[in-house]
T-cell receptor
Framework: ETGVTQTPRHLVMGMTNKKSLKCEQH?????MYWYKQSAKKPLELMFV???????ENNSVPSRFSPECPNSSHLFLHLHTLQPEDSALYLC???????????????FGQGTRLTVV | GDSVTQMEGPVTLSEEAFLTINCTYT??????LFWYVQYPGEGLQLLLK?????DKGSNKGFEATYRKETTSFHLEKGSVQVSDSAVYFC??????????FGKGTMLLVSP
């Protein structure tokens, strides 16, 4: 398998549940990201990891907790979410930290999350 | 800060029509520019890119030219197909912040 793979593709969870989203990249990249895509809103960057170190957290609520155990894997742990957290969550990776110019990101297919 | 403005959609065309999706930007320095495409139910795929002024990015019949003087990166295709129906995102990377995306433009192509 190549590229960026996200699991699960779809997830329905209650507000009291705990679940995790998984992302794996097979591109040998050094940086990974979580984005949130809500209907009729621009893509929102949530977290940036560069060389397994979190380098950016865009004021994301603590009910979202990322984890990057190595450069190929990224998790997003979810607990006590709200219905407004329902969205498509996209993982991406890039060769270098995307805050550097000329670096493009490669995206996974996303996890469609519904909070009920 | 950096920003990207795209034309509002949806853009509705018949098959084989000419496509233009406008994109303008404001950025610090000289950014790299990208077009991403998102097919229904999928993530974003890089469609094309340009890294300096007057560069033309091209892929799958789509083209966009980096115009520094007008701060634009309009996406064009000479003859669209039904399979091109998707949401198209213009984005930039200036080296001072993370990728900045436009809001996306939905393209609907009918047979």
């Amino acid at each position: 398998e190549t590229g960026v793979t996200q699991t699960p593709r779809h997830l329905v969870m209650g507000m009291t549940n705990k679940k995790s989203l998984k992302c794996e990249q097979h591109l040998g990249h050094n940086a990974m990201y979580w984005y949130k895509q809500s209907a009729k809103k621009p893509l929102e960057l949530m977290f940036v990891y560069s060389l397994e170190e979190r380098v950016e957290n865009n004021s994301v609520p603590s009910r979202f907790s990322p984890e990057c155990p190595n450069s190929s894997h990224l998790f997003l742990h979810l607990h006590t979410l709200q219905p407004e957290d329902s969205a498509l969550y996209l993982c991406a990776s890039s060769q270098d930290d995307i805050r550097r110019k000329n670096t493009e990101a490669f995206f996974g297919q996303g996890t469609r999350l519904t909070v009920v | 800060g950096d920003s990207v403005t795209q034309m509002e959609g949806p853009v509705t065309l018949s098959e084989e029509a000419f496509l233009t999706i406008n994109c303008t930007y404001t950025a610090t320095g000289y950014p790299s520019l990208f077009w991403y495409v998102q097919y229904p139910g999928e993530g974003l795929q890089l469609l094309l890119k340009a890294t300096k002024a007057d560069d033309k990015g091209s892929n799958k019949g789509f083209e966009a030219t980096y115009r520094k003087e007008t701060t634009s990166f309009h996406l064009e295709k000479g003859s669209v197909q039904v399979s091109d129906s998707a949401v198209y995102f213009c984005a930039l990377s200036s080296g001072y912040s993370t990728l900045t995306f436009g809001k996306g433009t939905m393209l609907l192509v009918s047979p």
